[in-house]
């Protein structure tokens, strides 16, 4: 039996939803940005991924308010990732999926001295863009 996510959630609804998705298109759009400057001796690949993952997180806030009504308030994000999970939608494995890859970049991306790599920024990108195209299928409706 799935356990219920209360812990360090709020409520929102589908206007909650659209902004969060906005927020998510932005971050993409900026993630992108960032990734077609490499040659720049700027660590633009970390930004990349740094913008990609917020962009991720955003829209796993979206998608949550969307279809449960609910999304994670925790400064873990790993509980959005347990919203995602319990979303009855398709794809809710393949986002959860592409959620965790954001987040297991997160730390070396926002925090660390390790350099992110092209290929992980634009893998982040990818995990993002998954989850903002579905919410914004979903938003669309």
Request: charged content about 25%.
């Amino acid at each position: 039996m799935a356990r219920t996510v209360r812990n360090r959630t709020e409520e929102c609804v589908r206007a909650q939803a659209i902004t969060r998705l906005s927020h998510a298109t932005a971050f993409l759009d900026a993630a992108r940005l960032y990734a077609d400057e490499p040659d720049s001796p700027l660590p633009y690949e970390q930004v990349a991924a740094s913008t990609a993952i917020l962009a991720g997180i955003a829209a796993s806030d979206a998608l949550c308010c969307a279809l449960a009504g609910r999304r994670s308030r925790s400064q873990d994000h790993r509980t959005a990732q347990e919203l995602l999970a319990q979303l009855r939608h398709p794809d809710a494995a393949r986002l959860v999926k592409a959620l965790s890859r954001l987040l297991d970049l997160k730390d070396t991306a926002h925090y660390g001295t390790l350099t992110v790599t092209e290929k992980e920024a634009q893998q982040a990108i990818k995990a993002a863009t998954a989850l903002v195209n579905t919410a914004r299928n979903i938003l669309s409706r």
